[in-house]
């Protein structure tokens, strides 16, 4: 018979909506060893090819019954820079859970949290890094997202100079800037950063590269190949009436705001922010469930998801609608909104939107929204956050010469990750449009190869 799951614990709905500390206590060694021992040890591990990056899952796990914490993380490092934060934040259920044998009876292992686990172990134990002399080229990378520093990790591991370059004051892209601290504590976030430091990489922040410096400028201080990865970050907007009152707040300028600019914590800090006692946050993906939350924890009443198809359709992690659920967020599905409502005074007195239904599957393998003639309904809200999707950013694109894109704006790569400017790679969101950490990740190691092939090539002067 196989064995039920070693739920994680997590803290009360109640006791948590009221701060911005870890949701998610993580396992107990005990509970870490119960679930560990449910892994098959698969001779051909499906788990490790639904990974982006290739996590030797049942290796990890191995060590880890062994409780040989130190071999597992090592076997985790192989492939996965980063494992304290995709222990936490990946869609496992998508990818690596989804491919173990277990999953058929729904009883797949938790691999995230047993890698959230090992690597949370790997920080209190304070485990010995082996640094690669830096012998080779200067490889510059423009941001410092997951792709970017999944890209740098990698190639100081094969022996190169690697600077990364960020625009902002802080590291790690959205890791820092969007996702907040109750879902992915930024301690966690410094020490993966310390790691890669540790590696030899150095950082520069304020640093936007186009602007501050430019490609040019940067190859004349000698570096011999470069990695883009500058994100998705601008803001969609809806295109309806009323988006220009205040209270509309985008998702990305709201979650700034909170987690980068530390608003949870006016007026010890000083970002002021306006939180509505009624909020509606349109869309359904992973930075509208980290909107409704947040606005939850920062004193609103009332907090809405407003997303125009179903509940099947959601694309956020499941565990983050559950626990979004579990919090009180209120969803409004087959809901799409039209117009944003004034109170005569230029603020946000309530949203009107119109009822869908779902039709045929359109090219993206997602049921089609439609509206359902004259039927409307009225949320009274004082405050509306747009996540309905962000577009790459534009800063390094524009001024960076010669740098193709598409359609969307988004760069052009080879099946090498290779631009349109010889040495010039890019991935992450800001080739595929905005993704997951995971895959983000998986960019930038794929860049972080063919970039050690290029400068190769380059070395034997082909
Ligand atoms: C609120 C929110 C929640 C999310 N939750 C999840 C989740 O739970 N799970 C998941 O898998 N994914 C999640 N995602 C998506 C995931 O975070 C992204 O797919 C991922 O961060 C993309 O990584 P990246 O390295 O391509 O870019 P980013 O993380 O966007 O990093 C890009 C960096 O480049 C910098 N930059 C831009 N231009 C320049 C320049 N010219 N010079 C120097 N620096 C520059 C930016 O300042 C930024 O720091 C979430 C996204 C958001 C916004």
Known sequence: MISSKNTMPKRAPKERVKDFQEVALGYTKEQALAEANRCLNCKIPKCVEGCPVETPIPRFIQALKKGDYQTASYIIKEKNSLPAICGRVCPQEVQCEMNCVLAKKGLAVSIGALERFIADQERELNLEVKPKTPTKEKVAIIGSGPASLSAAADLALYGYRVTVFEALHELGGVLRYGIPEFRLPKAIVDSEIQYLEKLGIEFKTNIIVGVTESLADLKEQGYKAFFIGAGAGLPTFLGIPGENLNGVYSANEFLTRVNLMKAYKFPEVDTPIF?????????????????????????????????????????????????????????????????????????????????????????????????????????????????????????????????????????????????????VFSGGDIVTGAATVIKAMGAGKEAAKAIDEYLQELREGN
């Not at 198809?309 to 959601?314: D, G, L, M, V």
């Not at 405050?383 to 969307?408: F, S, Y």
């Open 275 to 423: 939180v509505g006692e009624k909020v509606a946050v349109i869309g359904a993906g992973n930075v509208a469930m980290d909107s409704a939350r947040t606005a939850l924890r920062l004193g609103s009443k009332e907090v809405h998801i407003v997303y125009r198809r179903s509940k099947e359709e959601i694309p956020a992690r499941l565990e983050e609608v559950s626990n979004a659920e579990e919090e009180g967020v209120i969803f409004n599905l087959l809901t799409n909104p039209v117009e944003i409502i004034s109170d005569g005074n230029f603020k946000v007195n309530g949203l009107r939107c119109q009822k869908m239904k779902l039709g045929e599957v359109d090219s993206q393998g997602r049921k089609k929204a439609l509206p359902i003639s004259g039927e409307y309904i009225f949320l009274e809200v004082d405050m509306v956050i747009i996540a309905i999707g962000q577009g790459p950013n534009p800063l390094a694109i524009r001024n960076i010469p010669g740098l193709k894109t598409d359609k969307k704006g988004l760069i052009k790569t080879d099946s090498r990750g290779q631009t349109s400017l010889p040495g």
